[in-house]
């Protein structure tokens, strides 16, 4: 099966050029992708292509994080690379409302050697966020869950976060949308607006939104 998407951004040629020089997704994150495929049909978009899936893996690996966040796991194809990116002995806390589609990747977990360090917490992620202990410093988070809620993700992530430390945001282009006015009643579209103007104003981070996926915002704090 193909495993990699097409860029909506970029030239179809240079897309392909950039995918065929990317590192291939291992048995196991192909058999997640196709049962999360098989399960899920359409929902199967909601999970991060490979390519996005490989560039995690390298940006967790740069920032050399050992300490995670992850705020909507889906079926747990970010959590898997990112948590193998991480290596021994680090620890990802995984935010997400659904059991259901959390248990997809589960065993994907088990089979690939991380599931001892993945915490996954099934519950409101701002509750979740809220819980942890205070002095509990954080290298790096994804944030990937409702688009209304991301800045309000994003200010109680920001305290926890390491200087240096990264965030990263998913979604943040929504196919082309957040060029134009948003659509009355299209709230998702405002607040990916709203949000994205508020980063890039923002003193205390500096950021740039990557053409990858649906776009992937890459967020540093000072």
Same mark, same amino acid.
């Given at each position: 099966m =193909? =495993? !990699? /998407? *097409? =860029? *909506?951004?970029? &030239? *179809?040629? %240079?897309? !392909?050029?950039? /995918? &065929?020089?990317?590192?291939? *997704? &291992? /048995? %196991?994150?192909?058999?997640?992708?196709a049962e999360t495929t098989a399960q899920l049909g359409t929902w199967a978009r909601m999970q991060i292509g490979p390519d996005q899936g490989a560039l995690m893996e390298l940006l967790v690996r740069l920032v050399g994080a050992r300490r995670i966040v992850e705020i909507g796991t889906f079926t747990g194809y970010s959590a898997l690379c990112m948590a193998r990116a991480a290596g021994p002995g680090s620890r990802l806390t995984c935010c997400d409302v659904s059991a259901e589609w959390t248990s997809i990747g589960q065993p994907y977990w088990e089979r690939a050697g991380v599931s001892e360090r993945i915490d996954l917490r099934i519950a409101p992620a701002l509750d979740t966020l809220r819980a942890l202990p205070d002095g509990d410093v954080v290298d790096l988070a994804f944030i990937d869950a409702d688009k209304t809620s991301y800045l309000a993700y994003f200010e109680e992530l920001l305290p926890r976060m390491r200087p240096g430390g990264v965030i990263l945001v998913d979604n943040t282009l929504w196919s082309g949308k957040v060029l134009g006015p948003s659509a009355e009643g299209d709230g998702d579209t405002a607040a990916l607006q709203v949000f994205n103007d508020t980063i890039a104003a923002d003193p205390r981070v500096e950021s740039y939104i990557l053409p990858i996926g649906d776009g992937l915002t890459l967020i540093r704090v000072r």
């Open positions: =193909s =495993s !990699r /998407a *097409p =860029s *909506p951004w970029l &030239d *179809p040629a %240079i897309a !392909r050029y950039i /995918a &065929d020089h990317l590192p291939v *997704p &291992d /048995a %196991i994150q192909e058999a997640l992708i």
